[in-house]
């Protein structure tokens, strides 16, 4: 088992940032592939972004390229969303999640461990 908990989230004007924090439990940290998505009411849960087991690989969608980076600290076994020049669309709750094997999957279904999630709203 992996328990996950998010941080960080709020409100932030459009143009701004935040970095949501992620940590993790149980299971070695690092054997794991960390992933952030993100849900509005009503919606299906839309992947942001992954990271591989040592950082050296990450995968974005394309609605979040530029903006925002991913990172990973295994040492204190916490994944990171740095989120830059946010936009209105960008507001939602956002998940970490991790998955085992090394494959960054943006398909929620590939993921086997969930945080609870941190609101992030960003102001016009």
């Known amino acids: 088992q992996v328990q996950l908990v998010e941080s960080g989230g709020g409100l932030v004007q459009a143009g701004g940032s935040l970095r949501l924090s992620c940590a993790a439990s149980?299971?070695?940290?690092?054997?794991?592939?960390m992933g952030w998505f993100r849900q509005t009411p009503g919606k299906e849960r839309d992947f942001v972004a992954a990271?591989?087991?040592?950082?050296?690989?990450?995968n974005y969608a394309d609605s979040v390229k530029g903006r925002f980076t991913i990172s990973r600290d295994n040492a204190k076994n916490t994944v990171y969303l740095q989120m830059n020049s946010l936009k209105p669309e960008d507001t939602a709750v956002y998940y970490c999640?991790?998955?085992?094997?090394?494959?960054?999957?943006?398909?929620?279904?590939?993921?086997?461990?969930w945080g609870q999630g941190t609101q992030v709203t960003v102001s016009s």
């Open positions: 999640a991790a998955r085992s094997g090394s494959i960054l999957y943006s398909l929620r279904r590939e993921y086997d461990y």
């Open positions: 149980g299971r070695t940290f690092s054997n794991y592939v």
């Open positions: 990271i591989s087991w040592r950082g050296s690989n990450t």
